[in-house]
Nanobody
């Protein structure tokens, strides 16, 4: 069983930066795909960024390309989402998630979520 715990959310003005962290535990992740998702009020959950724990096959949704960076620290089993040039439309609850490569996200593990609020 994989456990994921997010941290680092908060409130920031437009143009600011935040770094989200996701602490992963419970097993080794070499065959896992890790990702960050977000859900704003009244909107569907959206995949923001993802990569294989091995570091390849990185994905970013178009709206965050050039502003957000997904990364990991293998030694600490940590995943990060560096968010720069934040916009009000980035306001959402952000979740980290993990699934087996080839599996589906809904069958994977999810954190509890952390709120990000960007004011104009």
């Amino acid at each position: 069983q994989v456990q994921l715990v997010e941290s680092g959310g908060g409130s920031v003005q437009a143009g600011g930066s935040l770094r989200l962290s996701c602490a992963a535990s419970g097993r080794t992740f070499s065959t896992y795909r890790m990702g960050w998702f977000r859900q704003a009020p009244g909107k569907e959950r959206e995949a923001v960024a993802a990569f294989n724990w091995s570091g390849d096959n990185t994905y970013y949704t178009n709206s965050v390309k050039g502003r957000f960076t997904i990364s990991r620290d293998n030694a600490k089993n940590m995943m990060y989402l560096q968010m720069n040039s934040l916009k009000p439309e980035d306001t959402a609850v952000y979740y980290c998630a993990a699934k087996a490569v080839g599996g589906i996200w809904d069958a994977g593990s999810w954190g509890q979520g952390t709120q990000v609020t960007v004011s104009s």
